[in-house]
């Protein structure tokens, strides 16, 4: 016992020995680290397109796959070790101590979790400059970025995977500290006794699933869904958990107490066998509708998201060219700004159409039929926040060529989101909507922060001063200004639009937005958002499959007893294997219709959180989560193929 060579010996022994377990273990942990680096060297590159926003984007995706990496190592380690148990036990009476067991496991921990992070950060530097060619393609960035190997995200693999490997072992060493040589030896039929009926975690669970369920039901605005979505997200996540752990239970003894149903052949053994089935798999079935439901929602949101770029762009920058002067002093000449404007314009493009209007735009608060000081508000604080952009009557027919005919107390209004009540207050005067418009496209604004924008037209410029006069008083020096608008579509490519563009700012006192020149850094935005959906789907496929594996390996041996004794007890082995071949479907397939459950009640949420991105035409993620539902059915069928095989083995 006291040579240092026989710990390591025995672990490499052990490790071989266990292959089956140990070598899909093995190669997730490279994966795992090889991405983890990747995509820490991503977000750390100093040459990334997009800006601050791809590096934010990329460092969120760094610590989904942190977190990640530590809770599914964890889960796949107490698999690895409730699988060995027995043959812990048997080296315990063969004389060995606890600390000598320990030391095994260390050395095995050791072993493993070395080429892990060995293999792992060379996989990842590797194909790092592969993953990179990826990113500027799906990105459209045109420019290339140089290939560096990051000295930082290697450390950082490092201290991440080696902590994970010290808590997992510690976690080993405390399970085997406590549990007594009788039940090491049971291994894990240790505790193989009837589920009990755990009543409060099924109610909880139906609790957590409705209350996730109605949030995203009935959200109406796209701001309540960013607030609600991770609060609806861990209540389906606990609920799901809770249902598969103990209301599949209930269910069970539920149909078991039925005795006209249950005391039939088929029925007997399918709930008898089912019962034991989900008390020893529940955890892990949750855990693979979940990763499974992630997929489906990451993978058809970003690519929806990509796919709709263009739709974006547009409703960001509804004009080609948009020119804005800020406080307008009372001598504003707008037809001197306008001219010179266009005659800057005209040097690259040919204007096509041009709109100019003055408005007052701000935010408020809504409440009770008022909208007034946002005060503590802010617009991410349950969606009550709104917007409201005001014309008068002489704007709105410069614009839109119809006349609006308005006493002092009338509006016209036009709404994005909520609509606006008959008799609204804004501060302290009270005005009537005479008309609510059908369409105000032509001033549109993008409106990704404030999804309930009012559009108000009112009698003349007397009126608009007093609306500009109120919320100065409550805003003080955060209140807004009356601001000029130019907005021009024009006909050139998009070199041409930049330049003018570029002309525009030549001029004095304006802010300049052009639709092309944001073009490349929208590309860059939503192709970041494709491959860390792409990227994490991956994470989450992989997670999922290997759970798969483990689960039928399990259920595999599980099996084997009771295939065994339901042939003793007088079922032929074609009774035997059909019962057991309906219950592994069952069991199998669960989690994947749960999942697309999961997916169809968040649709309306997930379409509300796309407008929040700029996407207005949300049509098309109904297809995109349909393909992506086609696909990942495909390969979950065909890892349940490959996994079904071993299964089937080990059983007969």
């Known amino acids: 016992m006291n040579n240092k060579h026989f710990y390591l010996s025995l672990a490499g022994r052990n490790i071989k020995k266990n292959s089956k377990f140990y070598v899909p273990y093995l190669l997730t942990f490279v994966a795992t680290v090889a991405m983890f680096y990747m995509i820490h060297a991503i977000s750390v590159n100093k040459h990334l397109p997009g800006g601050g926003s791809m590096v934010q984007m990329m460092g969120f995706g760094v610590g989904i796959i942190s977190i990640f990496s530590v809770v599914f190592l964890f889960y796949t ?349 804004i501060f302290s005067e009270q005005y009537v909507v005479k008309k609510y418009i059908k369409k105000f496209s032509s001033v549109e604004m993008g409106t990704s922060i404030i999804s309930n924008v009012h559009y108000i037209v009112v009698a003349d410029d007397k009126v608009m001063e007093n609306i500009y006069e109120q919320q100065k008083a409550v805003y003080k020096d955060n209140a807004s200004d009356i601001d000029y608008y130019l907005d021009i579509d024009v006909k050139g490519g998009d070199e041409q639009q930049i330049q003018a563009a570029k002309e525009l700012r030549k001029l004095e006192h304006v802010e300049v937005e052009g639709r092309a020149e944001n073009r490349k850094d929208f590309s860059a935005f939503y192709g970041g958002f494709l491959f860390l959906g792409l990227f994490l789907g991956i994470v989450f496929i992989i997670a999922a499959t290997l759970i798969i594996y483990y689960k039928q390996i399990s259920e595999g041996y599980d099996d084997k007893t009771r295939f065994e004794i339901m042939q003793k007890v007088g079922m032929s082995k074609r009774e035997v294997k059909a019962s057991i071949k309906s219950q592994v479907l069952l069991v199998f397939f669960l989690p994947l219709i749960v999942a697309v459950i999961h997916v169809c009640v968040a649709f309306p949420m997930v379409k509300k959180l796309l407008g929040v991105l700029n996407l207005s035409n949300t049509d098309p993620f109904f297809w995109c989560l349909l393909g992506t539902v086609a696909v990942f059915a495909i390969l979950y069928v065909a890892v349940y193929s490959v996994t079904s095989r071993i299964y089937y083995n080990i059983v007969e």
């Not at 050395?107 to 792992?120: A, F, M, P, Q, T």
């Not at 929806?304 to 002093?329: K, S």
């Open 77 to 425: 380690n107490s698999f690895l070790i409730k699988r060995r148990k027995k043959e812990f036990g048997l080296y315990h009476i063969l004389g060995m101590e606890k600390k000598h067991i320990a030391k095994v496991l260390f050395c095995e921990n050791l072993i493993v979790s070395g080429i892990g992070i060995i293999v792992g950060c060379g996989m990842g530097v590797l194909f790092q400059k592969l993953i990179m060619m990826l990113l500027l393609r799906i990105a459209k960035w045109e420019s290339s970025i140089p290939f560096e190997i990051s000295q930082e995200s290697l450390i950082k693999a490092v201290i991440l995977f080696a902590g994970i490997f010290l808590l997992t072992f510690i976690n080993n060493v405390i399970q085997l500290a406590k549990t007594k040589t009788v039940d090491l030896l049971q291994g894990e039929h240790f505790g193989e006794r009837e589920p009990k009926t755990k009543w409060f975690m099924a109610l909880l669970g139906i609790a957590g699933m409705g209350i996730g369920y109605y949030i995203a039901l009935t959200v109406d605005n796209p701001l309540d869904a960013l607030a609600s979505f991770f609060i609806a997200v861990l209540l389906v996540i606990a609920g799901t958990y809770f249902l598969f752990i103990a209301g599949s239970i209930v269910i069970l003894k539920l149909l078991r107490s039925n005795r006209t149903f249950y005391y039939k052949t088929n029925h007997f053994t399918s709930v008898s066998g089912m019962l034991y089935r989900m008390k020893q798999n529940a955890a892990g079935l949750a855990t693979i509708c979940i990763l499974s439901t992630m997929v489906l929602v990451t993978v058809s949101t970003t690519v929806c998201l990509y796919v709709g770029v263009e739709d974006a762009i547009r409703t960001r920058y509804p004009y080609d060219l948009g020119l804005t002067r800020r406080a307008v002093p009372a001598d504003f000449d707008s037809s001197s700004l306008e001219q010179e404007a266009k005659q800057r314009i005209e040097k690259n493009c040919e204007i096509t159409n041009c709109v100019d209007y003055k408005a007052l735009t701000f935010a408020v608060h809504f409440q009770d039929g008022s909208f007034d000081y946002l005060g503590s508000h802010n617009y991410l604080s349950g969606g009550a926040d709104h917007g409201i952009m005001v014309f008068t009557a002489e704007e709105y027919e410069k614009v839109t060529g119809e006349t609006a005919n308005l006493k002092e107390n009338e509006i016209y209004v036009y709404d994005t989101g909520e609509k606006m009540p008959k008799k609204p207050h």
